[in-house]
T-cell receptor, first 112, second 113 residues
Framework: QKEVEQNSGPLSVPEGAIASLNCTYS??????FFWYRQYSGKSPELIMFIYSNGDKEDGRFTAQLNKASQYVSLLIRDSQPSDSATYLC????????????FGGGTRLMVKP | DAGVIQSPRHEVTEMGQEVTLRCKPISGHDYLFWYRQTMMRGLELLIYFNNNVPIDDSGMPEDRFSAKMPNASFSTLKIQPSEPRDSAVYFCASSRGPGTEAFFGQGTRLTVV
């Protein structure tokens, strides 16, 4: 089992819809969870982080964390074509020196 | 702060040649990471440093790869000799500490022909 898993996609949603991106992780001791966005040919950029169970909202983005289920998700409301990118989930893994381990990413396509 | 700075942005080299990638982390960040990204394998951690000391190099694929961090503001990743399968985008990232967000440089796209 990979330490951080994501569906590679592509996830295709129409403009204006809610995009739901999911990530599961293996280390029950993980405390820090990050979502990065990576446009084609660019570097990953941080868009959200979450440390506590529940929801965290920032504009059109909501991160949801459920530590009991070892599950973190990212919701994008009112999806725009400019949101089309690969979204990477990153989790601190204790047996990896507490360093961030990245999932393989989910490619999101928002169609006008 | 200018962010993490990598050079060169693009590198094309012939098989067998030595390649050196460079990175300047964000000032004040104690951790520096080297990643490799390919379509097949995604983003892989090659090595990371804490306070200029290599901590975990288990991700370095072969002895042909080496990394150094002579001071807090500079690191290199060297491939010698390079092979076509080393073609990838190499990212450098830095962070303040374990479990904190990593900030990425713009990457170096390496092509070995």
């Amino acid at each position: 089992q990979k330490e951080v898993e994501q569906n590679s996609g592509p996830l295709s949603v129409p403009e204006g819809a809610i995009a739901s991106l999911n990530c599961t992780y293996s280390d029950r001791g993980s405390q820090s969870f990050f979502w990065y966005r990576q446009y084609s040919g660019k570097s990953p950029e941080l868009i959200m982080f979450i440390y506590s169970n529940g929801d965290k909202e920032d504009g059109r983005f909501t991160a949801q964390l459920n530590k009991a289920s070892q599950y973190v998700s990212l919701l994008i409301r009112d999806s725009q074509p400019s949101d089309s990118a690969t979204y990477l989930c990153a989790v601190n893994i204790l047996n990896a020196g507490n360093m961030l381990t990245f999932g393989g990413g989910t490619r999101l396509m928002v169609k006008p | 702060d200018a962010g993490v700075i990598q050079s060169p942005r693009h590198e094309v080299t012939e098989m067998g040649q030595e390649v050196t990638l460079r990175c300047k982390p964000i000032s004040g960040h104690d951790y520096l990471f080297w990643y490799r990204q390919t379509m097949m394998r995604g983003l892989e951690l090659l090595i990371y440093f804490n306070n200029n000391v290599p901590i975990d190099d288990s991700g370095m694929p072969e002895d042909r790869f080496s990394a150094k961090m002579p001071n807090a503001s500079f690191s290199t990743l060297k491939i010698q000799p390079s092979e076509p399968r080393d073609s990838a985008v190499y990212f450098c990232a830095s962070s303040r500490g374990p479990g904190t967000e990593a900030f990425f440089g713009q990457g170096t796209r390496l092509t070995v022909v």
